[in-house]
């Protein structure tokens, strides 16, 4: 049985934590966005399959937004926490939440701020989120800074591949984040491993991540 109040409280840490990062104050929380599986599979475009998903809704001047994130996978961050212990077991599951939370918590930040934001952005920031809130907590748990950072480096992006039942006119999109992505973190990890400067390698992440899309590109 899913435990919805210990979801809430999984979305409202990812959200806190992507916040603290890059020196945020969004006034919405993600966890009153969250759909269930039922209403998701009411909403168009929605994808089968997929364990997270951002939906965005243009409604005259507003944006409508949901956010779909299976409920098995808050259920186990929720039983093995990563703040924790990040490891192995969880660091799929810990990917999987962060992305839809940072889809909307720089979306949110975008919007607020009267920026555009394109698709690719979106993932493209996701994934260097991913690297650098990991790294950070490895960091934190005590373990070694450079072959903490390559390894994350090695899981998030040497095997990368787009899912299947991504829709084909998304694919490169989603290659070209992932390679836009790999390629910042892993300047972050040459530059800051000896010796791993928290501050200094934050300091870089808030920079990036107040970039338009073709400035993060060319620093890639």
């Given amino acids: 049985m899913i435990d919805e109040d210990a979801s809430i409280d999984v979305l ?31 909403i168009p475009g929605a994808l089968e399959g997929i364990p997270e998903q951002l939906f965005i ?27 924790e212990r990040l ?6 599951d810990y990917w999987i939440a962060l992305e839809g939370v940072s889809h909307f918590t720089f979306l949110v930040w975008r919007t607020q701020r009267g920026r555009p934001v394109s698709h690719l952005e979106l993932e493209l920031q996701a994934e260097v989120d991913k690297f650098v809130r990991s790294w950070q907590l490895l960091v934190e748990q005590g373990r070694p800074v450079g ?55 934050r300091a870089e992440a808030r920079d990036y991540y107040r970039q338009g899309l073709s400035e993060k590109m060319r620093v890639a």
């Fill in 57 to 83: 809704a243009q409604a005259e001047d507003e944006v409508e937004l949901a956010l779909y994130i299976a409920p098995e996978i808050l259920s186990s961050l929720d039983t093995d926490a990563p703040e």
């Fill in 87 to 92: 490891h192995a077991g969880n660091l799929e």
């Fill in 12 to 42: 409202r840490s990812l959200q806190a934590s992507l916040e603290e990062l890059y020196d945020l104050a969004i006034d919405l929380d993600v966890s009153e966005f969250i759909v269930s599986d039922t209403v998701r599979s009411y």
């Fill in 147 to 201: 072959l903490s950072g390559r390894a994350l480096c090695r899981a998030l992006f040497d095997s990368y591949e787009v899912r299947n039942d991504i829709p084909y006119d998304q694919v490169e999109t989603y290659r070209m984040a992932s390679v836009a992505a790999e390629r910042f973190c892993r300047k972050l990890v040459e530059r800051y491993t000896r010796p791993y400067d928290l501050t200094t390698v």
